[in-house]
């Protein structure tokens, strides 16, 4: 990347926030903290960072980011959730508390917590699809969802395990992982998710 042309967003309500906007920062991308409804003005993207889903709802809801994040989102603003950020997209979610919210921008069924207390939080290796391109990827899960089913819209860009389990999707402007790619040296989805929050490339679409 030449010049930095994207802003992405990261949401400070809760999480590892300053993880994801040292990751960006080191691909030329500026990062704006989002706290309250006003930080969303002239985005190009939305990082949904980790943390705890049930949490980050219902400060979404206090702070009165909700109804603007969900309309930013429908409006076609890229975003990008790791782990709890993924829940937060899912359309379906297992083991979720009765009242939590999600914006249900992406086709998928996850269960929160899902890999059980024996793989708590471990470290794997993901096997990358196509795009983005390359090597299997170290990559920490903590408490890490499981995602069980995806739609036909979805496009799985990376799996783990055996049972090549789903940790990395994608459906249009939405991206979802259920790992931490900003705690490992990897940048491979920090340009993924920056190519998609290009200005250029969303007037594309
Ligand atoms: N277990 C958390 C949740 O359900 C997610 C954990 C994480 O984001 N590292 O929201």
Redesign the pocket.
């Known amino acids: 990347m030449g010049e930095p042309s994207a802003t992405v967003g990261v949401l400070a309500l809760q999480?590892d926030v300053r993880e994801h906007e040292t990751a960006f920062g080191e691909v030329g991308v500026r990062t704006r903290r989002v706290r309250r409804p006003a930080d969303l003005d002239g985005l190009d993207g939305l990082v949904l960072p980790?943390?705890?889903?049930?949490t980050?709802s219902m400060l979404l809801t206090s702070s009165g980011l909700f109804e603007p994040v969900a309309e930013a989102i429908g409006g076609g603003l890229p975003v990008f959730g790791?782990?709890?950020?993924l829940?937060l997209l899912a359309e379906r979610v297992e083991d979720g508390r009765r009242d939590q919210r999600s914006f249900a921008a992406l086709d998928v069924t996850v269960r929160?917590?899902g890999y059980g207390p024996q793989r708590f939080s471990f470290e794997g290796r993901v096997v990358l699809a196509p795009d983005p391109p390359g090597e299997p990827m170290p990559a920490v899960f903590?408490?890490?969802?499981v995602v069980l089913a995806v739609g036909a819209q979805v496009e799985v860009l990376a799996t783990e395990g055996e049972g090549a389990t789903p940790v990395l999707v994608r459906q249009g402007h939405v991206l979802g992982a259920t790992f931490?790619p900003e705690l490992t040296a990897d940048r491979r989805l920090q340009r993924l998710f920056a190519s998609m929050a290009e200005p250029a490339a969303r007037r594309g679409r």
């Open positions: 999480g980790g943390g705890e889903s049930t980050l790791t782990c709890a950020g829940i929160r917590n903590i408490r890490a969802p931490h």
